[in-house]
């Protein structure tokens, strides 16, 4: 007595197909498992062949979203794909994470790069300003990368740190000149940038204590002046 495996129909009359479906449900799901099938195969080679992490990390989650669907059909014991579907998401998701981490690795290399090498304040912010172009926009593109975002998060404390760091040493110019309210007031600004930022870092926090201090110091120093 034939038995559906999709659906559980069975009789004396029922038949199956090969793929051990009865006539409706092989009309009805069958395209859906080789649609499904094709397509992973199809993200496979493209995610073989692209050097554009956009578009791997794209199909790598269309990818494991079919290979999730065909699961549904694997468990019931109907073949779908070559390999079970659950090995080979998981394959996916290791492949995910070394693509990713390769990414985020550069964008970390270039920016601390720049910040060390660069001759003027603008050069030195640039490679951080490029970097987060790009994460962001990789973000908006594939917004469900939560490493992403931690990185992201990461390089724009970096940033901002830098950003104080050089605005001390401009302020500290100016008080070397003599003009203590000009100081003054780029340290209030440095401050104001740092404490904006909704996420405060331990880096962010000891940044505002030594910018906090030195701001005091320095207001110090202007009363005694005036």
Known sequence: MAECKYCGTKGWLNKVDSNGLCSRCEIVYLPIITNRSLQVIESGQIISKSKNISTILTRIRFAIQCLEELEVYH???????????RNIIKELEIERSKVLDEFILEQKTLTRAAAKNASTPASKLG?????????????IQVPDLQNLKLA???????????????????????????????ALEILIDAKNELTQNKTLDI????????????????????????
Do not use: C, F
């Open 75 to 85: 468990l019931k014991g109907i073949p779908t794909i070559s390999s079970p579907p």
């Open 127 to 139: 490679g951080y300003k490029k970097a987060l172009g790009r994460m962001e926009n990789l973000l």
């Open 152 to 182: 992201l998060e990461k390089i724009r404390s970096e940033r901002d740190i830098l950003r104080a760091k050089m605005s001390k040493d401009k302020a500290d110019i100016w008080i070397s000149k003599g003009k203590v309210e000009k």
């Open 203 to 226: 880096d962010r926090q000891e940044t505002i204590a030594v910018i906090t201090k030195m701001i005091e110091e320095t207001r110090t120093i202007n009363n005694i002046k005036h």
